[in-house]
């Protein structure tokens, strides 16, 4: 094919060199046996079945080309943008703070209007991990490394020889590669999987950060915006970081008390670490001289006043640099740093209370430089480490600490027993009786508990964990607290337990947010009623001023998904936004969403600009709250340049919408019933589905969640209680397992059935919402997610993985009902855009094309132990262990080619 006939040439070009690149370091290290599985024609999977290759070296070396398709594939879309960024077509790049410019200016919206909304923009990405993620911190390190590598191979004045010695580099980092062994062989512990999130916070984020405000100056600048307007760090959008890895003990035993104490304390280290480093270079780099440049009396007096606070080490610093009086400032605060690092705090002027007393040093600092004419040097010096402070703090991210409500509700009645009621049995009174008591327990000033009584398990626990952050917000400030979240809200009551408890421990006072997490359908139905209750409650009241009459939702996107299917899923997710922002508007309240979102599709994944186009408007009200889970972290943020266009997407995408709630006062008129009907018939569809008898059975044998449950993927258990029920299985495996079989049911079974119902019943509603497509967000992107989910699927794969279930009538009822609402999906969506999806998506096709072939030889690797797996019956053989070993490597694998299954 010619470089003219091909859109897709360059990324084309792209692969050829890497997979050269890869072959000849096989074949430099004797692994010339794999070159034509790297290539793969279809005799050679006989040759894998006879044995005579290594089937460990085989999902090996195809985990790896499928890693470094995706590493060349963000190459492409990277250089693509910073094409268009070269062709003055920045505005077309989607998700870009160009775009929003452009859009904002031609709407008439005034440069101060702009920045307001910018500087109340709120960001926060919340790390988790998940039991989809196995890779090592060191492999992390090598990708990124290598799309560095591939980055440098881009500049086109480098010579012949350059080019040679960078292919070398490449070589050989892929030897090393290959040498590390990429995943965990044994299950993580949550200090592998802390290490992993500490390792994002404390050495990526800092630098994609600094990228990201570049991006946005040099945008605002590039659409010929007033430059002197964003030299301010403080106009810049609040970006948080927070982490659920050491404080999510939703049935995760190994989250205990003391590993919470840990987790806060390095976060902790590892922050006042990353702001020493920038203060070294701060001081290394300002050396402006009193000699040639006047010094503002300011500066003096702050110097005089620091430097007597600091005695002995105050005076040798300001020795150090005579006649540099910028740098003997930021010298005297280093030595106020090192003080708080080393917890020297016994006077209060000789540390830093908290991360706020450093940002006003800095920020005098900088109004000096600025009042004394040295502008430029206080952008290119002081902005970086001003921003660093306002968003990492002293506390790198806040860890939220995350609770079922049957947990608590378990502690409640431990006490209560303890205490000698009669009436101990808090689980199983009704909802009127738990309210009344919580009310009068809260209402009253005497403690229930005693820190030296023990309640039992689940009461000592959570106790325990509380007592924890009251002692860390006793020694260093709330700043690293992040919200009390409470899984499976239910009612009224389960928020008040947690009222309860922060009271026995003292922490009533303080700014912590009590948050909901509405998961199933039925709690995104129930949600609003909650929230009123909740915000009318007198305690919410009372606290409003300390969380600055702000309340967190947090969303679960994957229960939902499992419990209705993905439209009704998404179409309550989308009612409920509305729903709660009202209520919270009524009681002068801003709501704001934590969006439980996943990596694939069914736990809304996908483009974070669409994501946010999608929402409904007066939903967002500047902030949005986000997890980022498992194998997503390093797909969206593993390298620097992917990371700052997602982070941008994210706060431009929050701005915009808060630009978009002040013009528009009104929705504009969707088909909303049209939409509800959808929904609903989706519903029926999929619970038909899954209530079919036989439904547990067949799932169990046609996917691997046998081999998840026993995998050493993650850390945490794949089902909440150990019940094998489809309701105590964790979503994230359900989805997973379905997707490793190619049957993505989770994203988008339902919608054929219902659209085709639609079609047929209501015509001239299936022609109006087609008409709307390409102007209602939500739907679009709706369909072309649930699109993207079919298009990953594969039919002959389905129907391999389907036989595995060896009960040959319940395999046809159940793959009848699959493959049938398989084709309609793809039909029915063809009709709502009327272009096939393989010229809509000819980049998705391409994609996939690249990685088909070795799928399928994955597929049958996987099937085959599968099935070897499950023929040995003693769960102790150490030859079963073995084969779960290989199982998970081939996981790991096929993860790898999907880009994304969990």
């Known amino acids: 094919m010619s470089k003219e006939k091909s859109p897709f040439q360059k990324i084309i070009d792209d692969r050829h060199y890497i997979i050269g690149c890869y072959e000849e370091m096989l074949t430099r290290i004797g692994e010339t046996k794999l070159i034509p599985i790297i ?61 929003a410019f452009k859009n904002w200016k031609e709407e008439g919206i005034s440069e101060d209007a702009m920045l307001n909304a910018i500087s109340q923009t709120c960001v926060i990405p919340v790390l988790t991990a998940h039991p989809t993620e196995a890779k090592r911190v060191t492999v992390i390190e090598i990708h990124r490394e290598l ?17 040679n010695a960078l292919r070398e580099k490449i070589i050989n980092l892929l030897e090393r590669w290959w040498r590390t062994g990429e995943i965990y062989l044994e299950k993580p512990s949550i200090r592998d999987e802390r290490a992993n999130t500490l390792y994002y916070l404390s050495k990526v984020f800092p630098t994609v950060l600094e990228k990201s405000d570049q991006q946005l100056k040099g945008s605002w600048i590039e659409m010929g915006l007033n430059p002197d307007k964003v030299k301010n760090p403080d106009f810049f959008p609040k970006i948080n970081f927070g982490s659920w890895v050491g404080g999510d003990r939703d049935g995760h035993p190994f989250v205990t008390p003391s590993i919470t104490k840990e987790t806060l304390l390095l976060h902790r280290e590892n922050a006042l670490s990353l702001i020493k480093s920038q203060l070294l270079i701060l001081a290394k780099k300002l050396s402006v001289s009193a000699i040639s440049n006047p010094v503002a009396f300011l500066l003096s007096e702050a110097i005089e006043k620091k430097s007597k606070a600091m005695g002995s080490a105050g005076k040798k610093a300001v020795l150090r640099n005579p006649y540099e009086p910028w740098r003997q400032y930021v010298s005297l605060v280093l030595v106020q740093l090192e003080h708080t690092i080393s917890e020297k705090n016994t006077d209060t002027n000789t540390h830093y209370r908290s991360s706020k007393a450093l940002a006003d040093d800095l920020k005098l600092l900088r109004n000096i430089l600025v009042d004394n004419g040295l502008k430029g040097l206080s952008e290119d010096l002081l902005f970086q480490i001003e921003r660093t402070v306002h968003c990492f703090g002293f506390h790198l991210a806040k860890l939220d600490i995350r609770q079922n409500s049957a947990f608590h509700d378990k502690a409640i009645s431990q006490i209560l027993k303890a205490n000698g009621e009669k009436d101990f049995d808090f689980e199983n009174w009704n909802e009127e009786k738990r309210v009344t008591y919580l009310n009068k327990i809260l209402e009253g000033h005497t403690l229930i508990t005693d820190i030296t009584v023990s309640y039992g398990d689940e009461a000592d626990n959570v106790l325990d964990c509380l007592r924890v952050v009251r002692n860390h917000i006793n020694l260093y400030g709330s700043d690293g607290i992040g919200s009390f979240i409470v899984s499976m809200t239910r009612n009224l009551s389960d928020l008040l337990v947690v009222y309860f408890l922060m009271r026995e421990t003292q922490l009533l006072n303080t700014n912590i947010k009590v948050v909901p997490l509405l998961e199933t359908i039925d709690d995104l139905h129930n949600g609003p009623e909650i929230l009123e209750k909740f915000l009318k409650h007198s305690i919410t009241k009372q606290r409003s001023s300390l969380v600055l009459n702000k309340q967190e939702v947090m969303l679960g996107y994957s229960d939902s998904n499992k419990d209705g299917g993905t439209i009704a899923s998404k179409w309550n997710l989308y009612k409920a936004e509305k729903e709660l922002s009202a209520i919270g508007r009524k009681h002068h309240t801003e709501v704001y969403f934590f969006h439980g979102a996943g990596g694939t599709i069914s736990r809304g994944g996908g483009k974070y600009h669409r994501f946010l186009e999608s929402m409904p408007l007066h939903t967002v009200n500047n902030t949005i709250k986000i997890t980022v889970q498992g194998e997503t972290i390093a797909q969206l943020f593993g390298n620097p340049l992917t990371a700052t266009y997602n982070l941008n997407a994210l706060t431009s995408g929050v701005a915009k919408q808060t630009i978009n709630s002040q013009i528009s006062k009104n929705d504009v008129s969707y088909p909303l019933e049209t939409m509800e009907f959808l929904s609903q018939k989706s519903f029926e569809h999929y619970r038909d589905l899954i209530q079919t008898p036989g439904f547990i059975d067949f799932y169990g044998k046609a996917t691997c969640i046998d081999v998840l449950e026993k995998s050493k993927i993650g850390s945490r258990p794949a089902r909440r209680t150990g019940t094998r029920t489809l309701n105590d299985l964790r979503a994230i495996p359900w989805v997973f397992s ?24 209501k015509p001239e509603a299936f022609n109006a919402l087609k008409h709307c497509i390409e102007d209602w967000n939500f739907f679009k992107f709706l369909m072309i997610q649930t699109e993207t989910n079919l298009i990953l699927s594969n039919v002959e794969m389905m129907q391999l993985y389907a036989e595995l279930d060896d009960h040959k009538e319940e395999r046809k009822i159940f793959m009848q009902k699959i493959l049938t609402d398989y084709q309609d999906g793809f039909n029915m969506i063809e009709e709502l855009f009327e272009v ?7 980049g998705q096709y391409d994609n996939l094309e690249w990685r088909n072939r070795k799928l399928v030889m994955l597929h049958k690797l996987h099937i085959k132990y599968l099935k070897l797996w499950r023929s040995i019956d003693d769960e102790n053989s150490i030859e079963k262990e073995k084969i779960l070993t290989k ?7 096929i993860s790898s080619g999907l880009k994304n299954t969990g």
Request: glycine share 4%.
């Open 887 to 893: 199982l998970l490597s081939i996981i790991n694998s």
């Open 836 to 842: 096939p999806a393989t010229v809509r998506r000819d």
């Open 738 to 761: 379905w997707n490793l079989s190619r049957i993505s049911i989770t994203g988008w079974y339902g919608l054929g059935a219902a659209l085709k119902q639609l079609k047929t019943e």
């Open 147 to 163: 799309y560095l590598l591939l980055v440098e191979r881009e500049i086109l004045s480098l010579s012949k020889l350059e080019l």
């Open 39 to 99: 290539h793969y024609n279809l005799n050679d999977y006989s040759e894998i079945e006879a044995n005579t290759i290594s089937i460990d070296k085989v999902i090996q070396a195809l985990s790896i080309y499928f890693q470094l398709m995706t590493l060349v594939e963000e190459n492409g879309a990277t250089q693509y943008r910073r094409k268009m960024e070269n062709q003055e077509d920045i505005t077309s790049i989607r998700g870009s703070w160009a775009e």
